[in-house]
């Protein structure tokens, strides 16, 4: 009987939708899965503010590629658009100045930053010292 076949058999067996290696139920799943992922994740860059980014730095990140990633880190001096595949006459490799980058200005702060407070470094340490020193003798009087 057709509709007594076990999931996992029927995934394996369905034919593959054109363009993809998956058939019909299986690529349903999966999509379900990832945007059930996407939507339940609190840190998706994607989520609307105030968890997510602003629009500005949304289109940011959007803008750039892996060759871009690739080009600003590994001193490149050239790449394939697309990185993921190897170049090729629709893919061709291109100097990493015309890759779109991310512009990191998006991400200034206007805002003045907080007063900063005294820390503990080489030059304050003896004084810190003078001072539990003194503590410690107050306390044993």
């Known amino acids: 009987d057709p ?10 067996t369905e ?9 019909p139920t ?6 379900r899965e990832f945007q059930n992922l996407k939507e339940g994740d609190s840190y998706w860059y994607e989520r609307p503010e105030p968890q997510g ?3 500005e730095q949304l289109n940011e990140i959007r803008k750039t590629s892996l060759s871009a990633v690739l080009c ?3 001193g ?7 990185a993921f595949k ?15 980058s991310i512009d990191l200005t998006k991400w200034k702060s206007t805002a003045p930053l907080p007063p900063s407070k005294p820390g503990i470094n080489k030059s304050s340490l003896p ?3 003078r001072q539990l020193a003194l503590l410690d003798r107050k306390n044993k009087k």
Do not use: H, W, Y
């Not at 509709?3 to 394996?12: A, M, P």
């Open 3 to 12: 509709r007594d076949i076990d999931l996992f058999t029927g995934l394996l």
């Open 15 to 23: 034919k593959s939708i054109s363009g993809s290696a998956l058939g």
């Open 26 to 31: 299986l690529s349903c799943i999966l999509g």
């Open 53 to 55: 980014f602003p629009k």
């Open 72 to 74: 600003a880190n590994l």
């Open 76 to 82: 490149l001096k050239q790449i394939q658009i697309d």
């Open 86 to 100: 190897v170049p090729a006459s629709n893919n061709l490799a291109v100097p990493c100045t015309v890759v779109p």
């Open 127 to 129: 004084e810190i010292m």
